[in-house]
């Protein structure tokens, strides 16, 4: 059967007309900029004092784009007669987004909490050695990186935040009550003086 003259034209006027009353997904990139979910995987900040150089970012990174350099330091006894330590003393800590896949592999990894992820995406360069990110620049997205989610209401309290309150309740009252026997006690009560002459 031949189909109706004008009925494309109709379907067309009808596909117009539907998509005219939907709202625009157009964005005005960069004059507006979008609005990315809190956990958007854009770079990677660095915590610096957390990290102890344990090298499980750079050896697990399947793309090899983490460069770690550091030197061992002896640190002398705490208390005398002990014994020296060494410890590692970061040095050079670099991740080559030229490279980088995001995975997140290295985030997952690390035991101490030393990397994270930000939403910052806006780091393009026009020289490719320039999305190398030394230290100093990781640890400058620090400042972005947004703040964990509020735990849930009637989830179990963490383990450290316990720890922490019952030492700190210990604390107070070992100071409560050394103040409490420091204080001057009251003596006997001196007999009444005077009487009858």
Known sequence: MAPFPGSGLAKGLAVTLRTMTKKTVTAQ????????????????????????????CARECPDWCIYIDSHKE????????????????LDRFAIDFSLCMYCGICI??????????????????TDIHELTHE???????MWTVPAPPALDPGAEEPKEIAA????????????????????????PTDPPQGGAS
């Open 164 to 187: 922490a309150r019952k030492t700190a309740e210990k604390l107070a009252a070992a100071q409560a009550q050394a103040e409490a026997q420091a204080a001057p006690h009251p003596g």
């Open 29 to 56: 990139y960069p004059d507006a900029q979008p609005e990315l979910p809190p956990r958007t995987r854009g770079v990677i900040g660095l915590f610096e004092e957390n990290c102890t150089v344990c090298m499980l």
């Open 108 to 125: 997952e990894v690390c035991p101490f909490d030393a990397l994270f992820w930000s939403p910052e995406f806006e780091y393009a360069e």
């Open 74 to 89: 002896t640190v002398p006894a705490a208390a005398p007669g002990g014994r020296e330590r060494s410890r590692n003393v």
């Open 135 to 141: 230290r100093d620049k990781l640890r400058d997205w």
